[in-house]
């Protein structure tokens, strides 16, 4: 099993076959986290590549996670973990994969997987999704893993992200008026591996919360999250998108969408979390 010096996303990400055709090890690395808890996304593509084996060795094409919902029950220990994976459906243009991850007797997150082809050149018909914008990646504002809020973001370790001045939740200059819970930026593997259909999993949920912007902690735990991938991305930078719908009763919709260098969508997620805001008490 990789070890904690391969840092790398196919390393981290990676899965090993058993003698059951139907599981597999992994091991939840400990740097692809926020604070000591793996990073939803990372989870999501660790499940992603087990559901694309499982999908191939049934007979399957060689087809990619379009389209996935992903329970997060518990968080898993950064530690040795087991995915299952169950056929639920091939049919001509896709196949549904049921993918749990547990440790020990513990069912930790549960995902359901639909594969099928992805064009290169996505035909579109219609896009009613607000453009993107941003600075050019060298105006934007990079992040370290260290953050103010104290906690270590691992992921931010292997990610080289860049963030629109206007929406850099830690900047020290006060913004006037009320500001738009919405993070917006651009994002890519720091040793300069280029995205792939697999990667935007894990992509479409590794961006700090939209709801910094408007003072919650750090605390933000996914309950559960839908992702969609559209195409093929192009080599080269990802524009980013995060932003906040409702903030009510201690919980929140986000929605982040994704665009590749060629300035497709590629990837979209929506996802219901708890949050907490410092007046509130924990």
């Known amino acids: 099993m990789p070890g904690p010096q391969d840092l790398s996303f196919d390393a981290a ?19 692809w986290s926020v604070g000591d808890k793996p990073n939803g996304g990372y989870l999501l593509a660790l499940l992603g590549r087990a559901a694309r084996l499982a999908a191939r060795r049934a007979g399957a094409p060689e087809w990619e996670v379009v389209s996935a919902s992903i329970t997060y029950l518990r968080p898993p220990a950064l530690a040795h973990a087991t995915v299952r994976t169950t056929m639920l459906r091939r049919g001509r243009t896709a196949a549904h994969v049921r993918a749990v991850l547990a440790q020990g007797e513990d069912d930790l997150v549960d995902a359901v997987l639909v594969l099928g082809d992805l064009p290169d050149e996505p035909a579109v018909r219609y896009d009613g999704t607000p453009a993107f914008h941003a600075p050019e990646p060298g105006d934007c504002v990079r992040l370290t893993s260290k953050i103010p809020t104290g906690v270590h973001v ?10 629109d001045p206007a929406t850099v939740p830690f900047s020290a200059s006060p913004r006037a008026g009320t500001p738009a819970a919405e993070l917006r930026g651009w994002t890519r593997f720091a040793d300069g591996r280029e995205p792939d259909p697999l990667s935007l999993l894990f992509f479409v949920d590794a961006i700090p919360p939209a709801t910094l912007m408007i003072g919650s902690t750090g605390w933000v735990p996914t309950l559960q999250m839908s992702a969609y991938v559209r195409a093929r991305p192009a080599p080269g930078w990802l524009g980013v998108r995060m932003t906040a719908g409702l903030v009510a009763d201690g919980m929140v919709d986000e929605t982040c969408v994704l665009w590749d260098s060629r300035g497709h969508m590629v990837a979209q997620s929506t996802q219901l979390a708890r949050l907490r805001f410092p007046d509130e008490p924990s």
Do not use: K, N, W, Y
């Open 154 to 163: 691992g992921i931010l370790d292997v990610l080289d992200q860049r963030l």
């Open 13 to 31: 990400s990676g899965i090993e076959e058993t003698g059951d055709d139907d599981l597999f090890e992994a091991t939840v690395h400990p740097l």
